[in-house]
């Protein structure tokens, strides 16, 4: 079992920052790729940014520009950086994974969720 810790999560003014970590841990043979998602109350959970063990990344559009997914991958980390926060960014924020098992199979693991508020 692969287990997801996120932190970071909070109360912020409209164009503030926050930063999300997420640690993996447990039995990982190796991470292909790490991402947040993010659902809004009455929303589906919608991607917000991925990155695969290479670095390759990919953005929402609402979000290009403004925020900024990085991985240690030594750590099993993934960070998400958000700048110049709108209100609209609220929503609980999870964590994912995509673990590689020794037999070569992938497993979608998820974290427990980190509410994000940008309010006044």
């Known amino acids: 079992q692969v287990q997801l810790v996120e932190s970071g999560g909070g109360l912020v003014q409209p164009g503030g920052s926050l930063r999300l970590s997420c640690a993996a841990s447990?039995?990982?043979?190796?991470?292909?790729?790490m991402g947040w998602y993010r659902q809004a109350p009455g929303k589906q959970r919608e991607l917000v940014a991925h990155?695969?063990?290479?670095?390759?990344?990919n953005y929402a559009d609402s979000v290009k520009g403004r925020i900024t997914i990085s991985r240690d991958n030594a750590k099993n980390t993934v960070y998400l950086l958000m700048n110049s926060l709108k209100p609209e960014d609220t929503a609980v924020y999870y964590c994912?994974?995509?673990?590689?098992?020794?037999?070569?199979?992938?497993?979608?693991?998820w974290g427990q969720g980190t509410q994000v508020t940008v309010s006044s």
């Open positions: 994912n994974a995509e673990v590689n098992s020794e037999s070569g199979n992938l497993y979608n693991y």
């Open positions: 990155i695969t063990s290479g670095g390759s990344t």
């Open positions: 447990g039995s990982i043979f190796s991470i292909y790729a």
